[in-house]
């Protein structure tokens, strides 16, 4: 094995063990376990910082490893901010019980560092789009006609980064209509990448189809506590919510 083909192992091993680190996360902190969820999200976050300086010397990985830190990190931010200090009064609430105690001031701070970061997420992703983006995908090998303006898969794939961070962002700004929009909008980009890549390699067509269904549940709950956020199905089935109780 050469030494280029060990490290693209290396990053395809690390690319998909933070996937697995995130839907942890997503999926601990579903079922209300908090401290599991932070452990985790702690690890993807150490991976993406990794990537970023792995990747730094190719412009499109560059810019999409950089706008996915400051999701990730913002999304991580909220987190926190919900496990400890999420009064109960806020307007969406998910179920949570705070580790410290309510406190609206402090929970704004995470709340709004969390916006803060979510914004420079989709500042580096339209600074790459607008002028960096033909110029990324100048010479590469891959290539896909008529797939509406995108010289490749990849930066096709790519484009759902910044409607799942336009999903939180509208999310966290409590703009609920925009926020289903945009999950709607990346789980319809999910399927699609999933179709192109059905006949590519067996790892490709897996992760593809890893990432549909993590999109599809994480972006159709986000739709379940915006129709009914006192009372949400989610928090019906964990048994923190009762029919009657709405």
């Known amino acids: 094995m050469t030494m280029a083909s060990r490290c693209r192992l290396e990053e395809d091993f690390f690319e998909d063990l933070q996937i697995i680190f995130w839907i942890l996360k997503d999926t601990f902190w579903a079922l209300l376990f908090p401290a599991l969820s932070i452990l985790f999200g702690i690890a993807a976050t150490v991976l993406q910082v990794i990537f970023l300086r792995r ?9 999409d490893n950089a706008a996915t830190l400051f999701w990730i990190s913002g999304n991580f931010t909220w987190m926190i901010g919900e496990t400890f200090y999420e009064p109960e009064d806020t307007d969406i609430n998910l179920g949570n019980t705070p580790a410290i105690e309510p406190n609206i001031d402090e929970y704004n701070k995470f709340k709004y560092g969390a916006i803060a970061q979510f914004s420079l997420s989709v500042g580096v992703l339209l600074v790459f789009y607008l002028c960096y983006f033909r110029k990324a995908y100048a010479d590469t090998p891959e290539s ?3 797939m509406l303006c995108f010289p490749t898969l990849k930066a096709y794939e790519d484009t759902h980064t910044i409607f799942w961070v336009f999903k939180d962002f509208f ?9 289903v929009i945009s999950a ?5 980009i999910g399927v699609h990448v999933l179709v192109l890549r059905y006949r590519q390699s067996f790892r490709e067509f897996w992760n593809a189809l890893c990432l549909v269904l993590w999109i599809t549940v994480t972006q159709t709950t986000t739709i379940d506590i915006f129709l009914v956020p006192q009372c949400s ?10 029919v009657d109780d709405w």
């Open 55 to 63: 990747q730094w010397d190719l412009l499109a990985s560059r810019f």
């Open 184 to 188: 709607l909008l990346t789980i319809s």
């Open 233 to 242: 199905t989610w928090l019906i089935a964990l048994g923190k919510c009762h």
């Open 144 to 146: 896909v006609d008529r």
């Open 171 to 179: 999310w966290a700004l409590e703009l609920g209509p925009l926020a």
